[in-house]
C-alpha cells in the first residue's frame, strides 16, 4: 500500500547528536556497507538459482506475442469441424491422431511453410460463434498459466471468406476474450495485424479497423507474415494511418530476415516494439540504437527453433541480447503448434538457453513494463506482479 504525503512520518535527528557526529558517520557508513553486502549476497543467491518449472508456473506473468489462429485446443478443431461439415479439412478425426499430426510442423524447412501450418486452423475460424470461443478459450488457457496480462493478435481480414465484416470479426473476437476476463481476473487486449502478403490496401483497411476500436479493447497495429521480399516499409501507409491515431505499434521483423527488416520497422513504420527481432545483433550500431532507447523485443523462443531461424535453443541469441541490455521478453507466438505456454518457455531459456534467475526476472516483467496499456494502469499491473514476485530485484531491475 502506498503511504500518503499526509501520514508520512517525519525523520527527526536525536537531541544531541548532528548528522556532521563522527559516530553518526561512522554509522552510517558502516550501514552502507551491510546493505550493500546484502544486496550483493542476494543477487549472487539469485545467480546460483536452479529454478524448476514449478518456480516458474508460480510466478506472475504477461503474454506480449501470441496469435489467436495459433491458440487453438486441440479438441476445439475436432468439434469447430465436425459442427462445420469439415472433417475432411483436418488431418485426422480425433484428437490424440491430430496432436500427431500437427507435430509434424517440427519439420517445416522455413517460416513460410511453418505459417502454411494455418490452413488447418484459419478455416475453421469463419463464423463469430467460432471466433468468440477460440478468443475465450485461449485467454482462459493462459489465466491458468498464471497469466495475468494478455495481448492477442490477429489479422481479422483472415476471418471474412465467408462473408463476415471487419468490424463482426473483431467484435466476435472481443466479445470472448471480454468473458474470460470477467470469468478469470486476466486482463486481455488486442492487437491488429496487416499482412505482409496481402496487398497494402488491405494493411490498410486493417489499420482502419483497429482505429475504429481503438477505445473498444485494440490496443496496437502489427505487421506479420513470412519476411522475405515482403519489406516492411512497403506497408507506410497503413502505419502512418495508425500512428497519426495515437495507436501502439508493434512489428514483425528480424525473425527470418536480417537487421535492415528491424531498421524499416524503426524508422520506416515507427515500430515501438519489435517481434522477435532475433538477427539484431547482426547490427552493432543498430543494437546500441535499441539498448539506448529500450525497444523491447517480443521473443518467441520455441517458435525460432521450429521456424529454423535458429538452430537450437543452445545457440539462440537470447542470452548475448540480454548480456547486451537490449530489452527482452519472452513469448510464445503460437500455443498450438509449438505445444508451449509462458511457463514453458521461461524455463526453456533459463535451462537450455543460459538465462539466469535475475535475468529472467526482469525478462518476465518485462512483460507487464512493455504493455501497450496507459502509463497508469501499466504501472499498476507492474507494481501487483512485483509485489507477489518471489524473487528480489538485483542490479538488473531498473532504477525507473
Same mark, same amino acid.
Not at 36 to 59: F, G, P, Y
Given at each position: 500500500?502506498?503511504?500518503?504525503?499526509?501520514?508520512?512520518?517525519?525523520?527527526?535527528?536525536?537531541?544531541?547528536?548532528?548528522?556532521?557526529?563522527?559516530?553518526?558517520?561512522?554509522?552510517?557508513?558502516?550501514?552502507?556497507?551491510?546493505?550493500?553486502?546484502?544486496?550483493?549476497?542476494?543477487?549472487?543467491?539469485?545467480?546460483?538459482?536452479?529454478?524448476?518449472?514449478?518456480?516458474?508456473?508460480?510466478?506472475?506473468?504477461?503474454?506480449?506475442?501470441?496469435?489467436?489462429?495459433?491458440?487453438?485446443?486441440?479438441?476445439?478443431?475436432?468439434?469447430?469441424?465436425?459442427?462445420?461439415?469439415?472433417?475432411?479439412?483436418?488431418?485426422?478425426?480425433?484428437?490424440?491422431?491430430?496432436?500427431?499430426?500437427?507435430?509434424?510442423?517440427?519439420?517445416?524447412?522455413?517460416?513460410?511453410?511453418?505459417?502454411?501450418?494455418?490452413?488447418?486452423?484459419?478455416?475453421?475460424?469463419?463464423?463469430?460463434?467460432?471466433?468468440?470461443?477460440?478468443?475465450?478459450?485461449?485467454?482462459?488457457?493462459?489465466?491458468?498459466?498464471?497469466?495475468?496480462?494478455?495481448?492477442?493478435?490477429?489479422?481479422?481480414?483472415?476471418?471474412?471468406?465467408?462473408?463476415?465484416?471487419?468490424?463482426?470479426?473483431?467484435?466476435?473476437?472481443?466479445?470472448?476474450?471480454?468473458?474470460?476476463?470477467?470469468?478469470?481476473?486476466?486482463?486481455?487486449?488486442?492487437?491488429?495485424?496487416?499482412?505482409?502478403?496481402?496487398?497494402?490496401?488491405?494493411?490498410?483497411?486493417?489499420?482502419?479497423?483497429?482505429?475504429?476500436?481503438?477505445?473498444?479493447?485494440?490496443?496496437?497495429?502489427?505487421?506479420?507474415?513470412?519476411?522475405?521480399?515482403?519489406?516492411?516499409?512497403?506497408?507506410?501507409?497503413?502505419?502512418?494511418?495508425?500512428?497519426?491515431?495515437?495507436?501502439?505499434?508493434?512489428?514483425? %521483423?528480424?525473425?527470418?530476415?536480417?537487421?535492415?527488416?528491424?531498421?524499416? %520497422?524503426?524508422?520506416?513504420?515507427?515500430?515501438?516494439?519489435?517481434?522477435?527481432?532475433?538477427?539484431?545483433?547482426?547490427?552493432?550500431?543498430?543494437?546500441?540504437?535499441?539498448?539506448?532507447?529500450?525497444?523491447?523485443?517480443?521473443?518467441?523462443?520455441?517458435?525460432?527453433?521450429?521456424?529454423?531461424?535458429?538452430?537450437?535453443?543452445?545457440?539462440?541469441?537470447?542470452?548475448?541480447?540480454?548480456?547486451?541490455?537490449?530489452?527482452?521478453?519472452?513469448?510464445?507466438?503460437?500455443?498450438?503448434?509449438?505445444?508451449?505456454?509462458?511457463?514453458?518457455?521461461?524455463?526453456?531459456?533459463?535451462?537450455?538457453?543460459?538465462?539466469?534467475?535475475?535475468?529472467?526476472?526482469?525478462?518476465?516483467?518485462?512483460?507487464?513494463?512493455?504493455?501497450?496499456?496507459?502509463?497508469?494502469?501499466?504501472?499498476?499491473?507492474?507494481?501487483?506482479?512485483?509485489?507477489?514476485?518471489?524473487?528480489?530485484?538485483?542490479?538488473?531491475?531498473?532504477?525507473?
Amino acid at each position: 500500500m502506498v503511504r500518503s504525503i499526509r501520514n508520512r512520518q517525519k525523520c527527526v535527528p536525536r537531541r544531541g547528536i548532528t548528522t556532521n557526529s563522527p559516530i553518526d558517520g561512522n554509522k552510517i557508513k558502516q550501514n552502507k556497507i551491510e546493505q550493500n553486502q546484502k544486496k550483493k549476497t542476494d543477487v549472487d543467491q539469485n545467480q546460483n538459482v536452479r529454478l524448476s518449472h514449478e518456480d516458474i508456473a508460480a510466478w506472475p506473468k504477461a503474454e506480449l506475442h501470441s496469435h489467436l489462429d495459433g491458440a487453438l485446443r486441440l479438441g476445439t478443431m475436432i468439434d469447430l469441424a465436425r459442427k462445420q461439415g469439415k472433417m475432411d479439412l483436418l488431418p485426422a478425426d480425433n484428437v490424440p491422431d491430430l496432436g500427431i499430426e500437427l507435430k509434424k510442423i517440427d519439420d517445416a524447412k522455413d517460416l513460410a511453410e511453418f505459417l502454411a501450418w494455418f490452413r488447418y486452423t484459419i478455416p475453421l475460424m469463419q463464423s463469430t460463434e467460432a471466433l468468440e470461443r477460440v478468443a475465450y478459450e485461449m485467454a482462459i488457457d493462459y489465466a491458468a498459466d498464471n497469466v495475468r496480462y494478455l495481448e492477442v493478435r490477429y489479422g481479422p481480414v483472415l476471418h471474412t471468406e465467408e462473408g463476415l465484416s471487419l468490424p463482426a470479426v473483431n467484435n466476435a473476437v472481443l466479445d470472448g476474450l471480454a468473458r474470460a476476463e470477467s470469468e478469470t481476473g486476466i486482463r486481455t487486449a488486442l492487437i491488429v495485424c496487416g499482412l505482409r502478403d496481402r496487398y497494402v490496401s488491405a494493411s490498410l483497411r486493417q489499420a482502419e479497423l483497429a482505429v475504429d476500436f481503438q477505445h473498444q479493447g485494440v490496443v496496437g497495429f502489427d505487421l506479420a507474415g513470412a519476411e522475405a521480399g515482403n519489406p516492411p516499409k512497403e506497408h507506410k501507409s497503413a502505419f502512418y494511418h495508425a500512428r497519426n491515431h495515437l495507436l501502439n505499434l508493434t512489428v514483425h %521483423a528480424g525473425e527470418s530476415w536480417g537487421p535492415d527488416s528491424i531498421h524499416q %520497422a524503426l524508422f520506416y513504420l515507427g515500430a515501438q516494439r519489435i517481434g522477435h527481432g532475433i538477427t539484431l545483433g547482426q547490427d552493432p550500431e543498430l543494437l546500441r540504437y535499441v539498448v539506448d532507447r529500450q525497444i523491447p523485443l517480443e521473443i518467441c523462443p520455441t517458435s525460432n527453433v521450429q521456424t529454423h531461424v535458429v538452430e537450437s535453443f543452445e545457440t539462440h541469441p537470447i542470452k548475448s541480447l540480454v548480456d547486451a541490455g537490449v530489452a527482452v521478453t519472452v513469448n510464445t507466438d503460437n500455443m498450438l503448434f509449438s505445444r508451449t505456454n509462458v511457463t514453458e518457455e521461461l524455463f526453456r531459456v533459463h535451462t537450455r538457453c543460459g538465462i539466469t534467475a535475475e535475468q529472467l526476472r526482469e525478462i518476465a516483467l518485462n512483460g507487464f513494463r512493455f504493455a501497450f496499456q496507459p502509463y497508469r494502469d501499466k504501472q499498476s499491473l507492474l507494481r501487483r506482479a512485483i509485489a507477489d514476485f518471489p524473487l528480489p530485484g538485483s542490479d538488473l531491475t531498473p532504477v525507473c
